[in-house]
């Protein structure tokens, strides 16, 4: 049964943002394995004082995308900060989303290679954009994954996410 979404913004559209900020721990990540990012949202900088009407979250408790509140159309920009701490100098990592009911999908990005050190601590903001385009991405949830080369440690920040409702 799909989720019930919002409407569209204003004839102009709607422009907010929720800035959710974790407050877990790091987590090591074994090298060439994906693995889960999560984000409670229980961040001392968490402000959800700017988001849109009618969108009251885009994530929920464990740091998945959350598109109920969303029209078809509507859009993301999700800026992510995380702390990577490699076991080897010159680390390539990269994330996905995972996204999709019936036909699973992944949006992949590299995010390059870190050549501080091993064992320098390194901080790494992305940006993401995502969309409802259909109910295959508007019924189902955002999940953030992280894979690297080799061995390390990552500590997530938190997200910010800017909400981009479209105009009717």
Known sequence: ?????????????????????????????????WTTVTNNGAGAFTNKGYTVAGVPEV??????????????????LVRTDITVTPSVNGMSMEIRWNLGTTFPYSLSTSLGSLVDGAGVATQVVFLSYIYAGDANTADGLGEL????????TVNNAGSAIQILKRGS
């Open 145 to 152: 994954q992280f894979r690297s080369a080799e061995d390390c």
């Open 59 to 76: 994530m929920d408790s464990v740091g998945r995308l959350d598109f109920q509140h969303l029209a078809l159309g509507d859009g993301l």
């Open 1 to 33: 049964m799909p989720i019930s979404r919002g409407s569209g913004g204003a004839s102009g559209g709607a422009l907010g943002f929720i800035d959710y900020n974790d407050t877990g721990s790091a987590f090591s990540v074994e090298a060439d394995t």
